[in-house]
């Protein structure tokens, strides 16, 4: 969990090789649909552009049925959900149906400043979702992805308007569910100030201590 520009992109693919468990992005599974101009996708859309959420009710029955898939029965990582309070128990709720129960909860915790920055620079690979940063972390080729050489592209909500509002959304929809898991002693907040590799090591001695 974090804000928008915390890390979690840039973390959540690491530790999964590090689990050896997959991956699964709410907001990737999401530009997915709209990249195919699903039904999904084109109602996610205007909430996605603007900065907003999509509705608690599509994000839950996605979740839902990605915790079925095969692959997601010895665990995964999710990045970017739950992001309400409802989605929350709603994923307890799932989680406790299946005999199962969220590990931890990881806050990526990072200055406003050093966000808008970071998301003011941001290009991710059309491809493989690999993200860069113009100056903190930019691809050996220009606008070239170092993993599967795929095209670079700046993200639609990362327009200065709709990072405000973003940000907005996360202190009055999101941050309360960070409170939901510190109630619940499953909060650990680790520093994303440092770099990539420096905060990838804090994650690891944080999850294993
Ligand atoms: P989502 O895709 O989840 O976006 P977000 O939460 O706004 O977060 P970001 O992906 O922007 O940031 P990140 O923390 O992944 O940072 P990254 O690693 O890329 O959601 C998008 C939209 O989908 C939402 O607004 C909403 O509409 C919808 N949505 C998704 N899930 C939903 C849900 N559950 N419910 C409802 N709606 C939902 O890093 C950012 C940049 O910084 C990169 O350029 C990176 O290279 C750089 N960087 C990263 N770490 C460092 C570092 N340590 N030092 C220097 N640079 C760094
Ligand atoms: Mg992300
Ligand atoms: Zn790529």
């Known amino acids: 969990m974090g804000p928008p520009g ?3 992109g840039t973390q959540a693919p690491r530790l999964s090789e590090h689990l050896s468990a997959p991956h ?5 599974m999401l530009r997915a649909e ?6 999904l996708g084109l109602k996610a859309k205007t909430f996605m552009d603007a900065g907003d959420l999509v509705p608690d009710d599509v994000m839950i029955g996605m979740i839902v049925a990605r915790l079925q898939a095969d692959d997601a029965s010895d665990g995964i990582i999710l990045d970017g959900f739950p992001r309400t309070v409802a989605q929350a128990v709603a994923l307890d ?6 005999g199962g129960s969220i590990d931890l909860a990881v806050s990526i915790d990072v200055d406003r400043d050093v966000l808008i920055n970071r998301l003011a ?3 991710t690979c059309k491809n493989c979702k690999t ?4 100056t ?10 170092d993993k599967c050489d795929g095209e670079l592209d700046q993200r639609e909500d990362d327009q200065p308007e709709a990072v405000k509002n973003r940000l907005k959304v996360f202190d009055k929809q999101t941050a309360p569910v960070l409170d939901y898991y510190r109630g619940r002693k499953k909060l650990l907040s680790i520093d994303g100030a440092a770099s990539p590799d420096e905060v990838f090591t804090s994650l690891v001695n944080a999850i294993s201590s």
């Not at 709209?34 to 039904?39: D, I, K, Y």
């Open 6 to 8: 915390a890390g979690k």
């Open 24 to 28: 699964v992005s709410t907001g990737d």
């Open 34 to 39: 709209v990249a195919a101009s699903s039904n």
């Open 93 to 98: 709720e799932a989680l406790y149906n299946s």
């Open 121 to 123: 620079g941001r290009a």
């Open 131 to 134: 993200p860069y940063h113009l």
């Open 136 to 145: 903190f972390s930019p691809p050996a080729t220009a606008g070239e992805c």
